[in-house]
């Protein structure tokens, strides 16, 4: 009985890491993120910008080795899933580090900078349990997260939730 009741909490522990996310808290929903134009903006007001489309999120930085090589296949995705909205959020840590990367790739889609000198360990970061880069969200029709933690290593996957 003893070696159950030590147990539990593990398991308890090990199964909550697994969960799946299914909205947003107030404390992200509030983020205020910065345009290309540089205007501030709430990730609420982004999402509700999408509402009725399926929602590709990329969160990423230009300095970023992994994002980057992973952006042909964000670039194949989006020719093979014309109907989904791509939003890319940017961690870089100055906004004209973040305008070259974008100048650069040529991502098409909606790009906002996420402005915290504390980069993916800041506020929106841990708001979302920002723990890599990329990571890819996806949102359904209704604004429901159908897919919370992906990384460069699951597109498999993300191509099977946009296909849903």
């Known amino acids: 009985m003893k070696k159950i009741m030590l147990l539990l909490p593990i398991v308890l522990v090990a199964l909550s890491c697994n969960a799946q996310e299914k909205e947003f808290s107030k404390e ?24 009725g489309k399926t929602v590709l999120i990329e969160v990423w930085a230009s300095w970023c080795g992994d994002c980057v090589g992973a952006m042909p296949r964000v670039k194949e995705m989006q020719a093979s899933n014309p109907n989904v909205d791509y939003v890319f959020l940017s961690m870089d840590k100055a ?32 708001s979302i349990n920002l723990d890599w880069i990329p990571r890819y969200i996806i949102l359904d029709k209704e604004g429901k997260i159908i897919l919370f933690k992906a990384t460069e290593k699951d597109f498999d996957k993300i191509q099977k939730k946009l296909n849903y």
Do not use: C, N, P, R
Not at 32 to 49: A, N, P, R, Y
């Open 95 to 126: 906004f004209s580090k973040w305008k070259l990367g974008m100048e650069k790739h040529q991502l098409a889609g909606d790009h906002y900078w996420v402005d915290d000198a504390e980069g993916m360990k800041g506020a929106f970061g841990q």
């Open 28 to 51: 992200t929903l509030s983020h205020q993120l910065v345009t290309t134009d540089s205007t501030k903006v709430s990730f609420e007001s982004i999402l509700k910008k999408h509402k």
